[in-house]
């Protein structure tokens, strides 16, 4: 348990993969939801945009990208309090969780413009 | 620096060190050199044989590039230039490109990282040899006038029966297959090893960046490689077999082929490139005299590129018709990698802009590097723009781009690394004169041959066609980048002509030539087969730099483990955050284990080609029969570590203990186990919503009953697993045996009820997908069940030959995470294959 418990420590390095691993998530979930509700229930072409499919997938980015938000701030915080390996790992671990949250709303941006199954 | 190992020899004994040392690590002579694992020879072998291949695929580009030349060529007829360009582009990724820098890995790793050699040696000889027998079969095919002639994707329906009747598309999956064992054994290991042996205080954060870009290469194989493998078994099962997976009748699809071959494929072009930055990480601090700028963010580019790498597969197949809103998905993930590789390119810039860049040989290739890669980089940008990729889709502008990525991003590195780590290798330095002159013929020719192929690319050209009328306006731009193929060939002669003249004439390098900071110049030149008498104490990120005396210090025995008479090969095995020394690694020793299992893998693949399937089936009986007999000599077998005593002071042996690198070696296996199940997964998913006759029948074929009785007994024989381990824990092995004997019977009874539910499902595997898909993966389960059941019904019986126990409980540990791993899997299998049907209905 304590091992458990230090490993989800924002100075582990396993942060590292930490934001990657959400982003991955995210997108296949993006991905691979778009193309299910796509198959089963494809919304009216003239809808444009505005449908439940882009909402929800607008949803899910937004939280996801508020979590890893949040996790690069968490991240900051432990960098400014160690030194040596634990702000290394903290620090990388911040700007990993900035990149992550930035490919979020970098790639979901179209989903706000385009309609979903055409 | 403090050393938690004492001095462990005066002078006078040193000699005897040294003896003591070859007698444990030296390499046999004759035809027991085939026995050899010692990863020195053994990363000498993969990259030798890798230039080998680099020679074939060079002369089929050759070939290529005289058969366009000129319109209406009949240089070759159209069945043997797709042969000539499918195992260009074949051999060239498979068979030199990954294996080369995989080489180089196996090669430097151990030695960057202070340790003797990796964790898995046997494992690296059997990757060796199942990469040249693979690499033989495939090539073999062109002597026969039978090479897999689809491209080197290979997409369906093209390399299916219907189109591809002969055995070149056979050749071609069975071969790949066999060849991914050696990158997956490589990638397991290096894992492992870059993780649990570094030297001691060797922290994460201190690592060489060397090390960070083969970690994440070797993730990246461990993820990458299992879609292709399951792609290419049921290509290969569909061909043989007639199982439709690909076949739209059957209810198969097509663009499944093409998933699954980008899921690898994409990430391919990544595992491709990072050893190569690595390799350029590495050296342009050494030339220009100071440590690299931005420790920090190269290891966060390397992070972001591993990932995302991996979310841009669909962006091979923007014209196959998938939605726009998925296309910009990919289309927006496909710019995203441009931010991490920008970050090492301005950090490389900075470096040198901040350093005395001194112009020696390497640096040439590296100054190559920069203007190509970036370039190809551009180009990459613009080919994530959908309508742009549209435009040039399969045009030779693709292929411009490809080389310019590849080429730049891969060879010239490489070339880079081969001349700076020369004196290493041979302990010779090559002649910067010639040298030169094969940097320059082959930058010009290079650039003559691929950037006119953007213009060609860009006037309509497509790829792969074998020759064009006159008149198009391809003719003068095909016959100068034939004429800089041929320059750029020229210059490799030259720079193969300077290798091999080097062994006999190149000056004798003196100790760290080049004043680098890593640990490899540490070795004597070239190194001994244990590459150090003793292992130092590391925590400094460039440790000759600061401590020029460390090779003399390690040299004489005064750091850490600097004993071998009690015959046993030893690395330290470290935490893999901080470095702090927890055990004695002790590896294995030579072996023909490795050889032969490699051979009778050989005899299944031919045998498969040829459609054998008895001596085939032989074959993997007997393949299993090496493997487990390679697996018994462990532990305290008395050919492994019979004797677990050690100097006072020091750490215990691994095999006494409860963590070892077989835990991680297992645990980064199921990874890659993982990554095989969840492309079944994908493919049982993508056929049920996407293939458009998929006919799912109405009620499910498979026995709910049956497989959740096998599912309690699966979960049995893990929960007998864990409780033998929590005992070991507590120091207790009374009926050990039998707990494992009972797993072993719960393991068969799970075996049992598989084979029953395979047996009354009636299912009609060459009729539908559906059928198809199911049956895969109710194998997938019985095999895992029958290795479950094995391996414990073996541990059962090492505590019989007291190998196994409360002196020596790591096995039991190991085999557990298999089982976990099992229960996991399994349940899922259920749920995905016999419940879910039954919910939601077809």
């Known amino acids: 348990m304590n091992a458990m418990v230090q490993r989800l420590h924002l100075t582990h390095p396993g942060h590292f993969v930490g934001g990657l691993t959400l982003w991955s998530i995210w997108f296949i979930a993006v991905y691979?939801?778009?193309s299910v509700a796509c198959a089963v229930v494809p919304p009216d072409p003239a809808q444009g945009a505005?449908?439940?499919?882009?909402?929800?997938?607008?949803?899910?980015?937004?939280?996801?990208?508020?979590?890893?938000?949040?996790?690069?701030?968490?991240?900051?915080?432990?960098?400014?309090?160690?030194?040596?390996?634990?702000?290394?790992?903290?620090?990388?671990?911040?700007?990993?969780y900035v990149f992550s949250t930035l490919a979020v709303a970098f790639v979901a941006a179209p989903i706000i413009g385009l309609p979903p199954c055409l | 620096m403090t050393t938690i190992n004492r001095e462990a020899t005066g002078p006078e004994n040193l000699q005897k060190l040294h003896d003591d040392l070859s007698e444990v690590w030296g390499n046999p002579k004759g035809l027991k050199a085939l026995t050899i694992v010692n990863h020195t020879t053994l990363g000498l072998r993969f990259m030798v044989t890798g230039m080998a291949f680099f020679l074939i695929g060079g002369i089929l580009a050759m070939l290529i590039r005289t058969q366009i030349a000129t319109p209406d060529q009949n240089f070759m007829t159209p069945e043997i230039y797709s042969q000539v360009t499918t195992m260009h582009g074949t051999v060239m990724m498979f068979l030199f490109a990954i294996p080369i820098l995989e080489g180089l890995a196996i090669y430097m790793i151990p030695k960057m990282i202070g340790a003797r050699d990796l964790v898995c040696p046997r494992l690296t000889a059997l990757g060796y040899w199942c990469y040249l027998f693979g690499g033989i079969i495939l090539c073999f095919s062109m002597v026969l006038e039978m090479a897999p002639d689809s491209g080197w994707f290979m997409y369906t329906p093209l390399s299916s029966n219907e189109y591809s009747p002969g055995l070149g598309s056979d050749f071609w999956l069975l071969g790949i297959t066999f060849v991914e064992i050696s990158a997956l054994s490589a990638g397991v290991e290096l894992v492992v090893s870059i993780l649990r042996t570094r030297t001691q205080g060797m922290a994460l954060h201190k690592m060489p960046l060397f090390a960070w870009y083969i970690l994440a290469m070797a993730l990246m194989i461990v993820v990458g490689f299992?879609?292709?493998?399951?792609?290419?078994?049921?290509?290969?099962?569909?061909?043989?077999?007639?199982?439709?997976?690909?076949?739209i009748a059957g209810g198969g699809d097509p663009v499944l082929w093409q998933h699954l071959f980008w899921l690898f494929g994409h990430p391919e072009v990544y595992i491709i490139f990072l050893p190569a930055a690595g390799i350029v990480s590495t050296l342009i601090p050494v030339f220009a005299g100071r440590p690299i700028v931005g420790y920090g963010w190269v290891v966060f580019a390397i992070t972001v590129m591993g990932f995302i790498s991996f979310g841009l597969w669909v962006h091979h197949m923007f014209t196959v018709g998938i939605p726009q809103l998925a296309q910009a998905f990919f289309s927006a993930a496909s710019m995203l990698v441009a931010i991490p590789t920008g970050i090492q390119v301005f950090v490389w810039l900075a470096t040198l802009w901040l350093g005395k860049p001194k112009m020696k040989l390497p640096m040439l290739w590296i100054i190559g590097f920069l203007v190509i890669f970036v370039c190809g980089g551009l180009t990459g940008v613009m080919l994530a723009l959908v309508p742009f990729d549209w435009q040039v889709h399969d045009t030779h502008f693709v292929v411009a781009h490809m080389h310019y990525v590849l080429v730049g991003g891969m060879l010239f590195p490489l070339m880079a690394g081969i001349y700076y780590w020369l004196p290493l290798f041979s302990g010779r330095m090559p002649s910067e004169t010639i040298g030169k002159w094969g940097f320059w013929l082959v930058f010009i020719g290079f650039n003559a041959t691929f950037l006119i192929m953007h213009w060609t690319g860009l006037l309509g050209m497509p790829r792969r066609v074998y020759t064009y009328n006159t008149g198009f306006g391809w003719d003068i731009f095909n016959l100068l980048s034939s004429i800089g193929g041929f320059v750029m060939s020229a210059g490799f002669a030259m720079v193969l002509i300077d290798i091999t003249l080097h062994f006999r004439y190149g000056k004798p390098a003196k100790t760290n030539p080049w004043n680098a900071d890593t640990l490899e110049w540490a070795n004597k030149l070239p190194p001994t087969p244990y590459n150090f008498v003793s292992l130092p104490p590391i925590e400094t990120r460039h440790p000759l730099w600061e401590h020029p005396e460390l090779p003399q210090e390690m040299q004489e025995g005064r750091h850490g483990l600097a004993t071998a008479s009690h015959g046993r090969r030893e690395l330290w095995?470290?935490?893999?955050?901080?470095?702090?020394?927890?055990?004695?690694?002790?590896?294995?020793?030579?072996?023909?284990?490795?050889?032969?299992?490699?051979?009778?893998?050989?005899?299944?693949?031919?045998?498969?080609?040829?459609?054998?399937?008895?001596?085939?089936?032989?074959?993997?009986?007997?393949?299993?029969?090496?493997?487990?007999?390679?697996?018994?000599?462990?532990?305290?077998?008395?050919?492994a570590a019979p004797d677990a005593k050690v100097m006072p002071g020091d750490p215990p042996l691994h095999s006494r203990t409860m963590d070892g690198p077989g835990l991680w070696a297992m645990t980064t296996a199921m990874i890659a186990n993982g990554s095989f199940f969840l492309s079944y997964l994908f493919g049982w998913f993508y056929l049920w919503t996407v293939s458009p006759e998929w006919r799912m029948p109405d009620a499910s074929p498979l026995s709910l009953v049956a497989l959740v009785v096998a599912g309690v007994a699966l979960l049995g024989g893990s929960a007998l697993m864990e409780s033998s381990v929590r005992r070991l824990r507590k120091q207790l092995d009374s009926g050990l045996a039998m707990r494992l004997y009972g797993a072993a019977l719960l393991g068969g009874l799970q075996f049992v009820l598989i084979?029953?539910?395979?047996?009354?499902?009636?299912?009609?595997?060459?009729?539908?997908?559906?059928?198809?898909?199911?049956?895969?993966?109710?194998?997938?389960?019985?095999?895992?069940s029958a290795l479950g059941t094995v391996i414990s019904l073996l541990q059962g019986m090492r505590v019989g030959y007291r190998y196994v126990g409360a002196h020596a409980p790591f096995e039991p540990v190991v085999v557990t995470y298999f089982w976990r791993y099992n229960v996991v899997v399994f349940w899922i299998l259920i749920a995905a294959l016999a419940v879910l049907p039954r919910v939601i209905g077809g």
Not at chain 1, 81 to 90: I, L, S, Y
Not at chain 2, 755 to 776: C, G, K, P, R, Y
């Open chain 1, 50 to 96: 505005l449908t439940h499919i882009n909402i929800t997938l607008l949803l899910v980015s937004l939280i996801t990208a508020l979590l890893l938000a949040g996790l690069a701030w968490g991240c900051f915080q432990e960098a400014k309090q160690h030194k040596g390996r634990q702000h290394f790992n903290a620090f990388v671990s911040a700007w990993l």
């Open chain 2, 573 to 639: 095995g470290t935490d893999p955050l901080t470095g702090k020394v927890r055990e004695i690694i002790h590896v294995p020793s030579n072996s023909w284990w490795p050889l032969f299992a490699a051979m009778a893998l050989a005899v299944v693949c031919i045998s498969l080609l040829l459609r054998w399937y008895p001596v085939a089936g032989a074959g993997v009986m007997v393949a299993i029969g090496f493997l487990l007999r390679w697996s018994w000599e462990n532990g305290a077998h008395p050919k």
């Open chain 2, 755 to 784: 084979l029953w539910v395979m047996w009354n499902a009636n299912l009609v595997v060459t009729e539908t997908s559906h059928d198809a898909i199911l049956m895969v993966g109710l194998y997938y389960a019985l095999l895992h």
């Open chain 1, 32 to 34: 691979g939801g778009l």
């Open chain 2, 226 to 247: 299992p879609p292709l493998i399951l792609g290419s078994i049921l290509l290969e099962l569909e061909r043989a077999v007639g199982m439709p997976f690909f076949d």
